[in-house]
């Protein structure tokens, strides 16, 4: 009886634990459709110690369709970052002008690092449907693993 009760306790677990892992599931599409005209780097994102001198246009929390609409109707787009994860911190170089940030993407806060050290200093923050719309000059790309996707214009 031990057992079954056991057996029972443990199925009951790892059900509930399934189902908390769907609750709490990113909240970007996972559908890997991509517009006709574009090519995906998944997972890739500007790199963050780059001095983002190649932004066109920046535009917070919005879905994917609209990054599409907006960079096929903008000549200036060859490629943007979309954010489809929760929250992304990049630190900043130290070379980069602070002072030099048209679009005010650099912010200087206190972080952690994923290693759990806090920090402080200038970092750009981005989050779900954040989306950075770039020039091809001065792409420079990182990895950012489950937190945002590169598109690139079909030239």
């Known amino acids: 009886m031990k057992k079954l009760f056991l057996l029972v306790m443990v199925l009951a677990f790892q059900i509930s634990t399934m189902q908390a892992q769907n609750f709490f599931k990113r909240p970007y599409n996972t559908n890997d459709t991509v517009r006709h005209g574009f090519t ?4 890739r994102a500007q790199y963050g110690e780059s001095d983002y001198s190649n932004v066109v246009r920046v535009e917070r929390g919005i879905s994917l369709k609209e990054a599409f609409d907006i960079a096929e109707s903008d000549p200036e787009v060859d490629y943007f970052v979309y954010l489809k994860g929760e929250c992304m911190v990049l630190c ?8 030099n940030d048209p679009f005010n993407l650099i912010t200087q806060e206190q972080f952690i690092y994923d290693s759990g ?27 950012a693993y489950g937190l945002a996707d590169t598109y690139h214009k079909k030239q």
């Open 92 to 99: 900043t170089s130290p070379d980069v002008d602070v002072n």
């Open 117 to 143: 050290k806090l920090g402080f200093g200038f970092i750009r923050v981005f989050h779900y449907g954040d989306t950075v719309f770039f020039k091809k000059d001065g792409m420079q790309l990182g990895t």
């Open 40 to 43: 995906k780097e998944s997972d």
